[in-house]
């Protein structure tokens, strides 16, 4: 459980950075990050290398004993490589070019990009690759932010073209594959295949998919240049990118299994990421100032499988924010908490977004451990007093890697991406019906291991698939040789890879463990709302339900009362049918739970747990005071059973 923090020295006097560093380390701060936006700083001008200043900054944080990740700092290319390179800047979808003037202004296909990128980070790698202080590399900065991924430009039609000659060989097959007999929109060669945008209406589906799937590819391959200068210059140092909360522009599997990455490190902004995703306006206000109880959990447990087990947070909220559409204080007590947070879903470093305040540019309104005038924030404060906490107590010192969970939600990018491009209806977003589903489990006082559907599923006892366009044979294949209950929600097996219906009705291979086909679907508007019971649970279907038939031995668990079913199952295997109402999520994952012998607890609204270890960690995020679950023997290592808003408590279990 170690802390960190994002410092920028140059940004401040030189005079300061010796005091910075001693106080870090009076607050408990053991890794510091770097350089990430310092291009300008380290190359005024084209060829002209001024590492003296970086040099001092890096010696004087490592004398204090400090341990450094170094960014890369392509984020934000310098003006004079703009000025030389216009073709650098990346293009909208409709046709203009972004502007110079704040950050992520390049285009990821472009070759003179690519080409100065691996010319600054080798020459950065081979100053300080070897540094002893420096342990781990951060590639880039938020890759995708700001829309700036996909890029229309020109280079990004011609990589494109090439990447669709790769991947069918021939025109002819793209043809069939896309089935552009449609609306005639059959290609004579690759040349003559454009990008997706700027059509009177929609373009084909799979030619938007296969766009997606090459930016995708396009964002690893960016990052893969730097990662190969980087292993070379720099072999005993982690290498790490910083992801984005519920951020789906490429495929995070793909980009780490491309890649090799040592650890996957993520930032964390828990108010601003409630107040800016599609949760329920109550559950907005209910958690201003506290974060929805399951926002941060989500991607700390997605970055772990993404990881191979290892994350950090690079960036955590220390205080409010800039960029949400409106930026609480946040509550007493939650910077200390979302750490604490962190470190139970298996965070090995949990580092803060800034050492200072910056009372000028684009983040002067964005909060850091200290207040501009460098006294330390009330963020700051909570800090010092985890790491207090922590350094005093062997039993959070000392964690160990978290175990696998008993059950498994399975996360699918291009799933996100089928539905994004064919929502069908305007109110369904798949990510948030997964989220939907985490939060229920969660809710059920369960530890969730959220993985790819290619993953080794067979130790689960409960797998939870909220919905995925695609069932392939391999993942049918797992839930025959599985003993594991398994969840299926609506639009499973709903498309082919080629973006088709399948030729059997959906949910496609699915048939073979759950017979049944999907007839019809409909998008709900809020006025529809079909109603239904199970368990003595009653709740509606929203956004989206299908008309479908039970075949061969499938039952029918619950029906709605028009009388089309609601949940079906086969076995191990449930289907169900729509996106219900919260309740009816919960009580139908409850009971597939208690099939697969795992024992659940419905939590007040608000209180969350999580195990680590032989530890159990217990959050508030809720209102009201709560009890934590601890049994009466619990041997409390911090904090006490009875949780205000904003307490944590950590027992050991027995």
Same mark, same amino acid.
């Given at each position: 459980m170690q802390l960190g923090v994002c410092y920028y020295p140059e940004q401040w006097p030189r005079s300061m950075w010796a005091d910075d560093a001693k106080r870090m380390v009076e607050l408990g701060i053991t890794h510091v990050r770097i350089a990430e936006f310092a291009w300008s700083r380290m190359e005024p001008r084209a060829g002209e290398f001024v590492w003296e200043w970086l040099d001092e900054a890096v010696g004087t944080l490592a004398a204090a004993g400090l341990k450094l990740v170094l960014g890369t700092p392509t984020a934000s290319p310098p003006k004079w490589l703009i000025d030389a390179h216009l073709d650098v800047l990346p293009v909208r979808a409709d046709g203009t070019r972004w502007n110079f003037g704040s950050r992520r202004h390049y285009d990821i296909s472009s070759a003179t990009y690519r080409r100065e990128c691996v010319r600054i980070v080798t020459a950065m790698a081979e100053r300080y690759g070897r540094h002893p202080s420096i342990v781990a590399w951060q590639t880039d900065n938020e890759l995708g932010c700001h829309d700036t991924v996909p890029s229309y430009s020109s280079a990004a039609l011609e990589r494109f073209q090439a990447w669709l000659q790769q991947r069918y060989e021939t025109v002819e097959a793209l043809n069939d594959a896309w089935g552009n007999v449609f609306w005639s929109m059959e290609y004579p060669s690759f040349g003559a295949i454009g990008l997706p945008n700027l059509t009177p209406t929609d373009a084909n589906p799979i030619h938007l998919l296969d766009f997606r799937r090459f930016m995708s590819d396009e964002v690893a391959s960016f990052h893969r240049e730097q990662i190969d200068v980087l292993r070379q210059h720099a072999p005993s140092a982690d290498l790490l990118h910083n992801f984005m909360g519920f951020f789906t522009t490429f495929d995070h599997y793909q980009f780490a299994e491309d890649n090799a990455l040592d650890v996957a490190a993520w930032d964390s902004y828990p108010i601003a990421r409630t107040e800016s995703i599609a949760l329920p306006e109550e559950q907005k206000a209910r958690y201003a100032r506290t974060a929805h109880p399951d926002v941060s959990a989500f991607d700390h447990d997605r970055y772990r499988a993404i990881g191979g087990g290892r994350f950090w947070v690079m960036e955590q909220q220390a205080g409010p924010v800039n960029w949400a559409p409106w930026n609480p204080v946040p509550a007493k007590g939650m910077v200390r908490l979302w750490a604490y947070e962190a470190f139970a879903h298996g965070a090995e470093l949990v580092s803060y977004f800034r050492w200072r305040q910056c009372p000028y540019a684009q983040e002067q309104m964005h909060s850091g451990l200290n207040l501009p005038n460098n006294e330390l924030s009330p963020g700051g404060l909570e800090v010092q007093q985890a790491a207090r906490e922590i350094a005093a107590t062997a039993a959070l010192s000392e964690l160990g890697a978290p175990?696998?969970?008993?059950?498994?939600? #399975?996360? /699918?990018?291009? $799933? @996100?991406?089928?539905?994004? #491009? @064919?929502?069908?209806?305007?109110?369904? /977003?798949?990510? $948030?019906?997964?989220?939907d589903y985490y939060e229920a489990l969660r809710g059920l006082g369960l530890d969730v291991d959220i993985v790819s559907s290619k993953a080794d599923l067979s130790a689960y006892r409960l797998v939870v698939v909220p919905s995925i366009a695609v069932i392939d044979d391999a993942l049918v294949g797992q839930i025959e040789r599985s003993a594991a209950q398994w969840v299926f929600g609506p639009r499973s097996g709903s498309k082919t890879t080629t973006f088709a219906i399948p030729s059997s009705l959906p949910p496609g291979a699915l048939q073979r463990v759950l017979p049944m086909q999907v007839l019809e679907v409909e998008s709900l508007r809020p006025t529809l709302a079909p109603a239904m019971s199970l368990g003595g649970v009653h709740g509606v279907a929203m956004h989206w339900r299908e008309h479908v038939r039970a075949n061969g031995e499938t039952q029918v668990d619950a029906y709605f009362d028009d009388a089309w079913p609601a949940v079906l199952s086969h076995g191990r295997v449930r289907y169900v049918a729509a996106w219900l109402s919260h309740a009816l999520h919960r009580e139908v994952l409850a009971q597939a739970a208690q099939d697969a012998g795992i024992e659940t607890q419905r939590l007040p609204d608000g209180l969350r747990i999580r195990r680590r270890g032989d530890l159990t960690f217990a959050f508030n995020f809720g209102a009201e005071q709560v009890r934590a679950p601890a049994p009466a023997n619990a041997t409390f290592v911090l904090g006490t059973s009875q949780l205000k808003t904003g307490d944590v408590c950590v027992w050991l279990s027995a």
């Open positions: 175990a696998r969970a008993a059950t498994a939600v #399975i996360f /699918d990018y291009e $799933t @996100q991406w089928m539905f994004e #491009i @064919q929502r069908h209806g305007k109110s369904f /977003d798949y990510q $948030t019906l997964v989220f």
